[in-house]
């Protein structure tokens, strides 16, 4: 086939007509410009808190910075899933790139769990071998560093909450309370003398990212893996169904987001005449709509076998 052949045809078989879910295969751009902003910030600071985290030989400053750089990593994988994601459907990818913004989340997720590990082996190692620290310098810096939180945290709150916009910002959060770590730990440093606070401070960071990345972790996996969408009782959507009047049985029943918040359906129902098919679609189609909020739906109307 012709590719100008194949490109139209692929346009006619993803177009939605009358009657069909009101369902977007593509993911709106408008928080671009606030990840934009995040990421020139976040990854400009994290070089700073590293070389100066270095320089003083604060583990609570290098753990920071290393939270720091994840996030930069997280806004700039989001800032790619957007333009993916904005990529129409295609012969190939009937659903669109959609589940790349879910994937770029699970990415930066793992590389946050990698994180985790190795600020807690350092910190162990601080503790039996306590190294001394610049606590004026961790400060400073950490200071510094808890203003810049702030003021991305603020930008990213006011763009559109995409499930990566959501991660990025809870990223930073966390962030903002390993600066508060951090200069803590510069401040005992500074006035006590005291190095063990660092270490174990940069374990309370550890702790902090861990709780921080687990609910993007696990929303992030449930989606690629075509879970039951939150909110959504399979089980009682499946009674529902059966409840319809003319509905015998339903079975191959499966319920999952295409998109992030775009839950669909399909499944067959056994029906007792197929006469009464389209009078029966249009209550499934409503129940489902008002009671779940499930808009894309397919069935399949099959005959139930006599009794």
């Known amino acids: 086939m012709h590719p100008d052949t194949a490109a139209s045809a692929s346009a006619h078989l993803h177009a939605h007509l009358d009657g069909d879910a009101s369902h977007a295969h593509s993911i709106e751009q408008s928080s671009k410009g606030a990840l934009v902003f995040a990421l020139c910030v976040t990854a400009v600071f994290a070089v700073v808190e590293v070389i100066t985290g270095v320089m003083s030989h604060s583990l609570a400053l290098i753990s920071d910075a290393g939270h720091m750089v994840t996030d930069a990593a997280a806004l700039g994988l989001a800032l790619m899933a957007q333009v993916i994601a904005k990529r129409p459907p295609s012969a190939r990818l009937s659903f669109g790139f959609v589940r790349a913004e879910a994937l770029a989340a699970f990415v930066n997720s793992l590389a946050m769990l990698a994180l985790v590990a190795w600020i807690a082996y350092e910190a162990v190692q601080r503790l039996l071998d306590p190294h001394p620290v610049a606590g004026g310098i961790v400060l400073v810096v950490a200071g510094i560093g808890a203003c810049c939180n702030i003021m991305v945290a603020w930008v990213l709150s006011r763009g559109t909450q995409g499930i990566n ?17 951090a200069i803590a730990a510069g401040a005992v440093i500074y006035f006590t003398g005291w190095n063990q606070i660092d270490p174990i401070l940069s374990i309370f960071v550890s702790l902090l990212i861990l709780k921080t990345t687990w609910g993007i972790l696990r929303e992030s996996t449930l989606f690629l893996m075509e879970s039951v969408p939150e909110g959504i009782d399979y089980l009682g959507v499946g009674a529902d169904l059966a409840a319809i009047d003319g509905v015998v049985s339903v079975h191959d029943l499966h319920v999952w987001d295409m998109s992030p918040g775009e839950p669909a359906l399909i499944g067959h129902l056994e029906i007792t005449d197929l006469d009464r098919w389209p009078g029966v679609l249009d209550n499934v189609r409503n129940m489902l709509l008002d009671k779940h909020g499930i808009d894309h739906v397919t069935l399949q109307p099959e005959v139930a076998a006599p009794r």
């Open 165 to 181: 916009t959501r991660a990025a910002l809870v990223n930073v959060m966390g962030d903002l309370l390993g600066s508060v770590a």
